[in-house]
């Protein structure tokens, strides 16, 4: 089983969008996949088709084989909840308490049942990005092709190193740029400066940017079923070979 976490340093750049799609595209390819939403906005739901009345999670249920949803796209799913803001805080407060909650969670299901979980994160530092470096063996960081995000890149290195010192089994950190232009010569620049820094870093496609992803998202569906041909969907399925062919021997 491996357990990669999507991360970022800035909100917005596709991280759930990604985490879903790859998901589902590991799914594709016959692979056991579990998303955990660790994200109090609790948006997976909108990608994994959730009824939408839904208020059961792990906030309430915790991690456990009782509370994945069968999602209609062969992806098993443990949406967050819906939680009023006093839950939320009594839950924050809990984790600070056990840091290793999120992990004994994953621990605690059958080892032999997913061959992979998807970790889906809020941006930036915190508790939830905390637990969830508790556990992941790779972290892949999304960011956009622009000076804001690049500027993020050197801290949230460091966050991810803080948060698993120590830790072996953690494989490493990789960056995967959205939302690319078309044609941008200041997004290929940046892309350029990424990899100069991040040698071998890099994950090597970037995602497109594609109306065809925000449609997705209208119609409650991930892109790759929603158009399988379309650039990032076609974006999406490399970038997955890509993971397992640095997972598989
Ligand atoms: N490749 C893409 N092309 C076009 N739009 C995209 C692409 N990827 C994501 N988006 C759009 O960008 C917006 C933000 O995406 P998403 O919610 O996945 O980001 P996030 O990083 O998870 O955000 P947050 O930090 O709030 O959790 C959504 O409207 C989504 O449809
Ligand atoms: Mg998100």
Known sequence: MQVIAF???KGGVGKSTLAANIAVALAQRQKKVLLIDLDPQNSQRLHLGLEPDEIAGLVREGITSSAIFESPFGVGFIPFGRVSETELEEFEAQLKQHPNW?????ESLSDSRFDFVILDTPPGPGVFLKQALQIAQRALVVLLADAASFATVEKIKTLVEDYTSGR????GLNFLINQMPTSSKLGH??????????PKQV???????DPR???ALAFERPVLQYD???KASLDIQYVTDWLLDCTEP
């Open 213 to 215: 992803v925000a449609h």
């Open 228 to 230: 399988p041909s379309c």
């Open 102 to 106: 999120v992990a004994e969670g994953i």
């Open 7 to 9: 991360i970022s340093g």
């Open 203 to 209: 994950i090597p496609v970037s995602i497109h940017k």
């Open 168 to 171: 072996t089994e953690f494989i």
């Open 189 to 198: 620049q940046v892309r350029l400066a990424l990899c100069a820094s991040q």
